[in-house]
């Protein structure tokens, strides 16, 4: 896919976005929105500026494999996403996405208050990089992620 994808972390109060650069190799953070009524305008405009082909969500699936409400709010703002960009949204894991972006940016911000607000974004790029790795592979025809 050419063109830039957005990463998606949503939360109850805060949903965090990144997006890949135009090959699909790279994610960084982009922006953290609030999750309120019009979140998905608010990210519609995100993706009208961008560019943006294609929409990654992050799903919170437990370990067992059984979906809660986080994942019922996942799906419910990916329905949204679709309308309101008529673009193709799909999910990806987000198990452990937080914890990870927490520790990358424990390395890089010292202060907690700055890392509060700049984890949702972290994660997202998180969540999007494990989705275009995977994407690569599978393209690569690793057996792996058929």
Do not use: C
Not at 27 to 32: C, F, H, I
Not at 39 to 57: D, F, Q, S, Y
Not at 116 to 131: E, F, N, S, T, Y
């Amino acid at each position: 896919m050419i063109g830039p994808v957005l990463g998606v972390d949503p939360g109850s109060r805060r949903i965090g976005l990144a997006v890949s650069d135009a090959l699909g190799i790279s994610a960084r953070p982009l922006a953290v929105v609030d999750a309120g009524g019009d979140a998905a305008e608010a990210i519609g405009t995100h993706v009208e500026e961008l560019g943006v082909k294609a929409i990654v969500v992050g799903l919170a699936v437990g370990l067992s494999g059984s979906e809660g409400d986080s994942a019922k709010r996942a799906r419910d703002l990916a329905d949204q996403l679709a309308a309101v960009t008529g673009l193709p949204v799909e999910f990806a894991d987000e198990r452990f996405s937080t914890a990870r972006a927490e520790e990358l940016l424990r390395d890089r911000v010292r202060d907690r208050r700055e890392r509060r607000k700049l984890v949702d974004a972290a994660a997202a790029a998180v969540i999007l990089q494990g989705w275009l790795d995977a994407k690569a592979a599978q393209e690569r025809g690793n057996p792996r992620y058929r």
